[in-house]
């Protein structure tokens, strides 16, 4: 409950943010991607100034999110390593519980 009033309290804003700069920056702009020469049609694009503030904000995110995916990969390399040693000895609990019973007889607090 906590966790979903503080993502409204935090998301409200951000999105009447990007929804003003969107309407205010409605004007189409160039991005020249030719640095010699800004005039060649080829190498640039014509779009709303909204549409590069957008794909500026998705570009990051997604290279945010590959930077912290790289970096903790070692964590998640080593929970798997321990969840697979974890099974091991638990699998081997079970071998040895029932090698227990095998040797008691099977009969120490089941039989009446």
């Known amino acids: 409950m906590t966790r979903k009033l503080i993502n409204f309290i935090i998301l409200v804003p951000v999105a009447i943010i990007l929804i003003v700069l969107s309407v205010a920056n409605r004007n189409i702009v160039t991005l020249a991607l030719n640095p010699f020469d800004p005039s060649d049609s080829v190498l640039s694009i014509n779009s709303p100034f909204f549409v590069f503030l957008f794909a500026a904000l998705m570009i990051g995110m997604v290279i945010g999110s590959l930077a ?10 080593k929970a798997r390593q321990e969840a697979k040693e974890a099974v091991r000895w638990h699998t081997e609990a079970d071998k040895q519980r029932e090698r227990a019973e ?4 099977g009969n120490s607090l089941t039989s009446t």
């Open 68 to 77: 912290t995916w790289f970096k903790q990969g070692r964590y998640r390399k």
């Open 102 to 105: 095998t040797v008691s007889g």
